[in-house]
């Protein structure tokens, strides 16, 4: 016939109606006969067997047979029994598992009431030992390899893409974890999608024969995920033609079928009832929201300058050597502090060097985040912004450790986004010992103050001389950072058109409103304590 669907590729859909009103239509109907060979008649004449030919098609093959056509609507999960299951779970020797028992009850309920309400068309549930052979790949070459149960839940795990790592593993690393966490699990093990698969399967056995499970054919097969989404494979027909199959064997029967979403569809009524409840389920959560967030939105104090800084150490370039990791930390000037709690250092991890453009390029993507407060107190002092401190170094497989580089990295003062590069230098020493060191054994000169870099947290002097230091330029640094500011200082620029002062200055300004509204603050408090205790000195006086 030229009007079968040949495309049997798999359709999706998502829904967030329960699975459980899922409906779908499954037709089958037979197009050629079983028995369309000829037949022969063996016929006794005179003593001699003679072989006549009979007519093609015998009468019994010529009428329809009841199984020839067969329609049934799926639920979700629902379990039709195929012949051959039948047969297996009436045997009690056959029960093994829970489920097996609970098949077992089910045939011999359905054989108490007559039969089974199916012919050819059964399906297998999720919790069936069932994986579909098209989908099954082969572990080995051998033809007479079977399935495991391990290998068919595998089957529905997909795994985690793991790009090729370039650099050799350490010997000295245990790659077993004999105490995993759970973290650990979470992000090294196999990804498993939680799903539901539903199999709808047609037997296609000859009558008056044992059915086999070669016999069994899939149909269409159905899965669900916990986010709503549903494959089919093959999709409903619609418009289309059925779908064909045809048996394998000398029988060689071909039968067409098709897919029919049946599914009740919902009243406007219960459209308008449902669009109702969505709006109330959004309102009451956006109020629940609210209340355990607030509706004020968290200032700093006033006078104060609250910096968020989000930034990432991505790369770093030319350097001497391989295998590198960055020591940083945050040096806060004067008038600038954070919270006891927050720790202002870090060390990266160890990254390989690959050729980029000529250059040795070591990618970290470490990233890193400071909260950290601003507040004036004189406005005669210029102000200060924090600076990052980083040391390059790196470490070889004999454990030799090397000092690359030394460079400082300035906040900027500007909310947004900032890409830096920071270029580095290292000290060499005063005599030829050093670099020799340096090569065979390890080890370099090191700044005994990392802050030397820039200018020095212990230097009080006006004028700052390190003529007579040898050193020597070495790789970069390429740094991300994204500052966010918030004040309230910011409030009277929104609010008035003309900006009639710097940030330090309204910070400043602010600084001396903060003392009075601390000032105002304590006579209110202490005026309602009088208050109180007026109130009670009457109270007893009245008394007695």
């Not at 009428?63 to 039948?86: A, I, N, V, Y």
Request: aromatic share 10%; hydrophobic share 30%; proline share 5%.
């Amino acid at each position: 016939m030229d009007n079968w669907s040949t495309d049997k590729s798999t359709a999706y859909y998502r829904s967030r109606d329960p699975i459980n009103n899922f409906r779908i239509k499954v037709t089958l109907h037979r197009i050629t006969s079983a028995t369309i060979i000829p037949q022969h008649n063996v016929v006794q004449q005179e003593g001699q067997s003679h072989v006549e030919m009979g007519d093609m098609g015998s009468k019994a093959s010529m009428g329809p047979r009841p199984d020839d056509r067969e329609e049934f609507t799926f639920q979700w999960q629902q379990k039709l029994f195929s012949q051959r299951e039948m047969t297996e779970y009436s045997n009690k020797s056959n029960v093994l598992t829970y489920l097996d028992e609970k098949y077992n009850h089910e045939v011999t309920s359905l054989e108490q009431k007559g039969g089974r309400p199916n012919k050819r068309i059964f399906s297998y549930v999720d919790h069936d030992r069932f994986t579909n052979l098209e989908e099954y790949d082969t572990m080995t070459t051998s033809p007479n390899e079977d399935q495991s149960f391990l290998v068919e839940r595998m089957s529905q795990v997909r795994r985690r893409r793991q790009a090729d790592r370039g650099g050799n593993i350490p010997r000295n690393k245990n790659l077993v974890n004999m105490k995993p966490t759970e973290d650990f699990i979470r992000n090294n093990h196999v990804i498993n999608t939680p799903q539901q698969t539903m199999y709808i399967m047609a037997d296609l056995s000859a009558r008056n024969r044992t059915p086999e499970l070669s016999d069994e054919y899939v149909l269409c097969t159905i899965q669900v995920d916990n986010n709503g989404v549903i494959s089919i494979k093959p999709d409903f027909n619609r418009s289309r033609g059925p779908y064909r199959l045809e048996t394998e064997g000398e029988r060689r029967e071909i039968y067409e079928y098709t897919l029919q979403h049946v599914s009740k569809a919902m009243s406007s009524q219960e459209q308008d009832r449902e669009h109702k409840m969505y709006k109330e389920l959004y309102a009451k959560h956006i109020e629940t929201l609210a209340a355990s967030v607030g509706e004020q939105f968290e200032m700093p104090p006033p006078g104060i300058l609250r910096l968020n800084l989000y930034g990432e150490i991505v790369s770093a370039r030319n350097f001497e050597y391989d295998n590198l990791h960055i020591n940083f930390f945050l040096e806060l000037p004067r008038n600038w502090t954070s919270d006891h709690g927050q720790q202002l250092s870090g060390v990266t991890h160890t990254a390989a060097t690959k050729v980029e453009d000529k250059d040795n390029v070591a990618y970290f993507s470490y990233p890193f985040e400071y909260e950290i407060f601003f507040r004036n107190e004189t406005e005669d002092d210029m102000p200060q912004w924090p600076l990052l401190f980083l040391q390059v170094l790196s470490v070889d497989s004999w454990q030799r450790y090397r000092t690359e580089g030394y460079g400082y990295c300035s906040i900027p003062s500007a909310p947004g986004v900032h890409h830096k590069t920071t270029h580095t230098w290292r000290p060499v020493g005063n005599s030829l010992v050093d670099p020799m060191r340096r090569f065979f054994v390890g080890g370099s000169p090191e700044l005994e103050d990392p802050t030397y870099t820039a200018v020095p947290t212990t230097f009080d002097g006006q004028r700052l001389s390190k003529f007579g230091f040898r050193t020597e330029s070495s790789g970069s640094i390429q740094i991300k950072l994204y500052c966010v500011q918030q004040s309230q200082a910011f409030l009277e620029t929104t609010t008035k058109k003309r900006k009639t002062a710097t940030l330090l200055d309204r910070l400043g300004g602010m600084s001396a409103q903060s003392n009075i509204m601390n000032v105002l603050d304590a006579f209110q408090k202490a005026r309602k304590r009088m208050q109180s205790a007026r109130e009670n000195l009457a109270s007893t006086m009245g008394a007695a």
